[in-house]
């Protein structure tokens, strides 16, 4: 397993911005699969992006248009940028890694869009 460290949470007003990164440890990280989740109080986890090894991309419906993830793998980070953001958006943010499924997760961070 990789050990996974996210920050760059926070408060934010609504219709701002954050971005989100996440530090893996290990030296096979261009290897992994990588996704960020989010959870709020009183629902379930969701999955708000993913990044494949390879660079390919996916990303929940709430939030395709207006986050993108990307990685770079010199620096065994994955990103999240996080823009127009609603109240909505509010949660705890994780990442995640693995090569075949996310066996490795970090703490979370808390984003918070209010005004």
């Known amino acids: 397993q990789v050990q996974l460290v996210e920050s760059g949470g926070g408060l934010v007003q609504p219709g701002g911005s954050l971005r989100l990164s996440c530090t893996a440890s290990?030296?096979?990280?261009?290897?992994?699969?990588l996704a960020w989740y989010r959870q709020a109080p009183g629902k379930q986890r969701d999955l708000v992006a993913l990044?494949?090894?390879?660079?390919?991309?996916n990303y929940g419906d709430a939030v395709k248009g207006r986050f993108t993830i990307s990685r770079d793998n010199a620096k065994n980070t994955v990103f999240l940028q996080m823009n127009s953001l609603k109240p909505e958006d509010t949660a705890v943010y994780y990442c995640?890694?693995?090569?075949?499924?996310?066996?490795?997760w970090g703490q979370g961070t808390q984003v918070t869009v209010s005004s």
């Open positions: 990044i494949t090894s390879s660079g390919v991309t």
């Open positions: 995640a890694a693995g090569v075949v499924g996310f066996g490795s």
């Open positions: 290990g030296n096979i990280f261009s290897r992994y699969n």
